[in-house]
């Protein structure tokens, strides 16, 4: 477990090539939410993590490719639709994105999301090398939330595709109020089961789970509590997936003063060749993240 040392950018440079990382994504967002509608039909494949592709997922994809390849200084691209990373020049960062988390939630009109990691490391990279990550929330409103330079900020992404900074420094409160358990509970382990029925039991919390786990983590983030795709029965390594969701929301989540775990460490010192390795996820307030790996002990 545990908030770490949270790595970032060391040059000017760095900064500026993440921060059009950053401005990329949020003017990119309102053309990929404005192209859901036509797109809520399967696509004709399945992505590396054998999942049902949508169209919107190919869609947006595509876009963040081409954009986010463009920039200077971005040497390197992968998501969770391709197979392999993608060589986009020269420069010494790579970006990783899940470009429609959730996806499964756009027949039913629920919240997704685009999440994002900047590394300063060829991909598959490691927790370590991340220098920046965030989210962007397709829900009533259309916000992002970064990860950098050792902070969180929230900003409003508007239709004609600017972003607004609204609450700089976002930090989880201490008094967690909401909790939200992936996969199905016949096929949570004992351990983890007797760790939720205890979570359930306080009075104080309530259940939040919307199955994109964009919209799960942003409630843990705005009321505090613990967001957990556990180890199953029939998967060890939980269903998220390492370099496109579990290294961006653990360093989000670190970097916001929560703490986050695969169980036994921080999500950030998970350490997976594969460039689509999963991992069990648990993020949330820290004394929540303790008393679960104190349970899964
Ligand atoms: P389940 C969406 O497909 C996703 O990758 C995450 O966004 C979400 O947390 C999880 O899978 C939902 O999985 O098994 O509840 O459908």
Redo the contacts with the bound molecule.
């Keep these: 477990m545990a908030t770490t040392d949270i790595n970032t950018a060391d040059t000017a440079r760095d900064m500026q090539i993440i921060d059009g990382v950053v401005d990329v994504i949020a003017s990119t967002a309102p053309e990929i939410r404005t192209g859901l509608p036509g797109r809520r039909v399967a696509a004709e494949d399945e992505n590396p993590s054998g999942?049902t592709q949508m169209a919107a997922d190919v869609f947006a994809d595509d876009l963040l490719c081409e954009r986010i390849g463009a920039l200077e200084g971005v040497g390197e691209y992968a998501s969770e639709e391709r197979p392999e990373s993608v060589d986009v020049g020269t420069g010494r960062l790579s970006v990783a994105v899940d470009p429609l988390?959730?996806?499964?939630n756009l027949k039913p009109n629920n919240t997704m999301g685009t999440i994002f990691a900047v590394y300063e490391a060829p991909l598959p990279a490691h927790g370590r090398d991340l220098v920046a990550a965030g989210y962007v929330l397709y829900g009533p409103v259309m916000t992002m939330i970064v990860a950098r330079n050792g902070t969180v900020d929230e900003y409003v992404i508007h239709d004609d595709a600017s972003h607004e900074l609204v609450r700089e420094d976002v930090t989880l409160p201490d008094e967690g109020s909401v909790y939200g358990f992936?996969?199905r509970v016949p096929d949570w382990t004992d351990d983890f089961e007797a760790f939720a029925r205890e979570v359930e039991q306080d009075p104080s919390r309530k259940l939040r789970y919307g199955?994109?786990?964009?919209g799960?983590v942003n409630q843990i983030l705005t009321y505090g509590g613990i967001f957990a795709?556990p180890t199953l029965e029939s998967a060890p390594e939980g269903?998220?997936r390492v370099q496109f969701?579990g290294y961006p929301i653990g360093y989000v989540i670190e970097t916001a003063g929560g703490a986050t775990s695969d169980g036994t460490k921080s999500l950030l010192d998970v350490d997976k060749d594969d460039l689509h390795a999963r991992t069990p996820m648990y993020v949330g307030n820290t004394d929540l993240v303790a008393k679960l790996e104190a349970a899964l002990d």
């Design positions: 999942e988390d959730g996806s499964s992936g996969g199955g994109s786990m964009i799960d795709y269903k998220l969701e």
